[in-house]
């Protein structure tokens, strides 16, 4: 059995299991936070037709050659062309038509000059200087060309894209399902939040933090019913499951308690067992396991743990499954606004809290690290990872943090 293995091992391992979901159709204002599953080519010039970036007139730059300041030349104004309504008359020698912002540019017309500098009346328009041919004349195609490829497959769909692709009439677009991601939480000692507490009994927290960290990844979660300490159960409620998820999630039941049966439950229905325990602290005994192109991954019960290991093995899985090429967090340089002194000999990743102030990244270390407390997870949005046997770490030395959120900024 791959044991004790370690950190990118476990990572590497994870990742090559996962394939990008099948590509699903979705309207354009659902497509928020999907990644496309298609290189998007115009089909349309943008703009579609020359046409006028001001309010003022149309005319021919020719006829201004004469205009100056003491003698300005007079054009007659012989129509008016808001946008989305062309004019349809051809422009003569000195005859201007009154356009807008947005509006096609009409036949025989090379020049918008601006209503301010112009003195004009509904008849008539003056020009005061000599302009050039093309001037403020916005061409069709300028911005996107008609078979140009305006975004590529793998792009994530934010705001602008959406606009984008709306710009370009693509109503529709092919994009990365989403991977359904069960949540299993195990323990005898557990009851829903909104029951009553027994003596022994505590609420289970980890699934309602586990579906908000599927949910800030890109996943879709869905919260099973937490599950006792027993085999037969955890197994059957497992299997059942992977008929549907892309990836389980558990927590608890993964160490060498005696009624601990997570990764035996995961051994009896995988085809492929992928590890037990990774040289980290915390969340030792996480394990892994593979049913066809499923993935079940087991969070150790100790809420930070869960947590961490979430953030490290889990996130990254669900982006691939996204169809994301950048599954990795964004990792910074900042410096250390507390002492973290104790030096030990296995790798460890400590929560923290970066801010950034006037052109520097800062971190404080909160002052509980355990495994087991869930308090000091507050405000927490980065992780500190201390190789083995690194330290001690002091107040103002520079550090590298790892960005919980943010991946937006990975170049
Ligand atoms: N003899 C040893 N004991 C333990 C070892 C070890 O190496 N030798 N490892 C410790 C480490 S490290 C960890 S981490 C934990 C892992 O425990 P499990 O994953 O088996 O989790 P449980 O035993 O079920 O629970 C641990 C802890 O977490 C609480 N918990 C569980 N589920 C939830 C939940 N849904 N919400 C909130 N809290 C939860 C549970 O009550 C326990 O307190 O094992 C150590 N032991
Ligand atoms: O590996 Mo455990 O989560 O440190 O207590
Ligand atoms: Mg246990």
């Not at 096609?104 to 004009?120: Q, S, Y």
């Not at 060498?256 to 995988?270: L, N, P, S």
Request: proline share 7%; charged share 25%.
């Amino acid at each position: 059995m791959n044991t004790n293995i370690q950190i990118k091992s476990a990572l590497e391992m994870l990742i090559t299991e996962v394939k990008p979901k099948s590509p699903v159709s979705l309207n354009l204002v659902d497509a928020l936070g999907y990644v496309l599953a298609e290189d998007i080519f115009s089909p349309l010039n943008i703009p579609p037709f020359d046409r006028s970036p001001l309010d003022g007139f149309a005319l021919r730059a020719c006829d201004t050659l004469n205009a100056t300041k003491e003698q300005p030349t007079t054009f007659k104004v012989i129509d008016f062309a808001p946008a989305g309504k062309p004019s349809t008359k051809i422009l003569g020698p000195y005859q201007a038509i009154r356009i807008m912002t947005g509006a096609k540019i009409p036949d025989g017309a090379d020049l918008i000059v601006p209503f301010e500098e112009t003195e004009f009346t509904e008849e008539w328009v003056k020009v005061f200087k000599t302009y050039k041919s093309n001037s403020n004349i916005t061409f069709k195609g300028e911005d996107i060309k008609k078979g140009q490829r305006v975004l590529v497959k793998g792009d994530l769909i934010n705001p602008p894209e959406i606009g984008i692709l709306a710009s370009i009439g693509k109503n529709e677009v092919l994009v990365y399902d989403r991977p359904k991601v069960a949540i299993l939480s195990t323990g005898d000692e557990l009851v829903d939040v909104n029951q009553p507490l027994e003596e022994g009994k505590i609420p289970n927290s980890n699934s309602y933090t586990i579906a908000a960290l599927v949910k800030r990844a890109g996943g879709i979660p869905y919260i099973l019913p937490h599950c006792p300490d027993h085999l037969e159960k955890i197994t059957k409620e497992i299997s059942s499951t992977l008929k549907w998820a892309d990836i389980l999630v558990t927590t608890g039941g993964v160490s060498v308690g005696d009624k601990d049966y997570v990764m035996e439950a995961f051994q009896r229905i995988c085809d492929k067992f992928l590890f037990w325990k990774v040289k980290m602290k915390p969340g030792t005994p996480i394990t892994a396991a593979k049913y066809k192109d499923k993935l079940m991954i087991g969070l150790s019960g100790n809420p930070a743990a869960a947590f961490i290991t979430f953030e490290i093995f889990v996130k990254p899985i669900i982006k691939k499954f996204r169809g994301l090429e950048k599954i990795y967090p964004l990792e910074l340089e900042s410096t250390l606004l507390s002492n973290f002194t104790k030096v030990r000999n296995q790798n460890r990743f400590v929560r923290a809290i970066t801010y950034y102030d006037s052109g520097n990244f800062y971190t404080k270390l909160p002052d509980s690290h355990s495994s087991g407390v869930i308090s000091s997870l507050t405000k927490v949005n980065s992780l500190f990872f201390i190789p083995a046997g690194a330290g001690p770490f002091t107040e103002g030395q520079k550090i590298k943090v790892q960005l919980l959120e943010g991946e937006d900024l990975l170049p």
